[in-house]
């Protein structure tokens, strides 16, 4: 598996969309790879269920 991109780092929060697009990006960071793994589990075991 490779590296997800643009994943947002930090904990901050605000109450504008501009905050957010504003915001540094990281490549690998394990919380974005971590949420991938997650939807990949999840994809998969619908597939499963449907065949």
């Keep these: 598996m490779g590296n997800v991109n643009e994943v947002y780092f930090?904990?901050?929060k605000a109450?504008?969309?501009q905050y957010y697009m504003?915001?540094?990006r990281s490549t690998g960071d394990?919380?974005?790879q971590a949420a991938a793994?997650?939807?990949r589990d999840?994809?998969?075991t619908?597939?499963?269920n449907l065949v």
């Design 22 to 24: 504003d915001r540094a």
């Design 15 to 17: 109450f504008t969309k």
């Design 46 to 48: 619908i597939i499963a």
């Design 42 to 44: 999840g994809f998969a």
């Design 37 to 39: 793994l997650f939807e």
């Design 10 to 12: 930090r904990t901050n």
């Design 30 to 32: 394990l919380h974005g």
